[in-house]
């Protein structure tokens, strides 16, 4: 049962393109602390996704094709693996660092089973 306000409005749908005129608010999900285990972005998840590394866990590919950002925050001097199912440029991960309390945005892009990252570090 779906009840709408009584003015006229445009339903967004799966079968329909329409225009949106107004922001939305997100409550990021927290993923976690990770130490040598391996954290897998799941769009089920929320696109806005943060964690915190204490060890130097593993990067995953998403299971399904989504747009994930997720914050990393090094808790300590640590490191971050990038699995090697990750189709990227080199440089794209230079901007990670080992030093602890930094912190960097990975955007995460998964597009016809083709998965790619971005690390921006955030000091």
């Given at each position: 049962?779906?009840?709408?306000?009584?003015?006229?409005?445009?339903?967004?749908?799966?079968?329909?393109?329409?225009?949106?005129?107004?922001?939305?608010?997100?409550t990021p999900y927290n993923a976690g602390t990770f130490s040598g285990t391996t954290y897998t972005p799941d769009p089920a998840n929320g696109n806005y996704q943060y964690m915190t590394i204490t060890g130097t866990p593993t990067l995953a590919v998403?299971?399904?094709?989504?747009?994930?950002?997720?914050?990393?925050?090094?808790?300590?001097?640590?490191?971050?693996?990038?699995?090697?199912?990750?189709?990227?440029?080199?440089?794209?991960?230079?901007?990670?660092?080992?030093?602890?309390?930094?912190?960097?945005?990975?955007?995460?892009?998964?597009?016809?089973?083709?998965?790619?990252?971005?690390?921006?570090?955030?000091?």
């Amino acid at each position: 049962t779906m009840t709408f306000p009584a003015v006229t409005s445009t339903v967004l749908t799966t079968g329909n393109t329409a225009t949106i005129t107004k922001g939305y608010t997100v409550t990021p999900y927290n993923a976690g602390t990770f130490s040598g285990t391996t954290y897998t972005p799941d769009p089920a998840n929320g696109n806005y996704q943060y964690m915190t590394i204490t060890g130097t866990p593993t990067l995953a590919v998403p299971a399904s094709d989504c747009a994930i950002d997720v914050l990393a925050t090094n808790a300590s001097a640590t490191g971050l693996t990038i699995s090697a199912s990750y189709t990227y440029a080199a440089a794209s991960t230079a901007a990670y660092n080992a030093t602890g309390t930094n912190k960097f945005l990975i955007s995460i892009r998964r597009i016809n089973s083709i998965s790619t990252l971005t690390i921006v570090a955030l000091q």
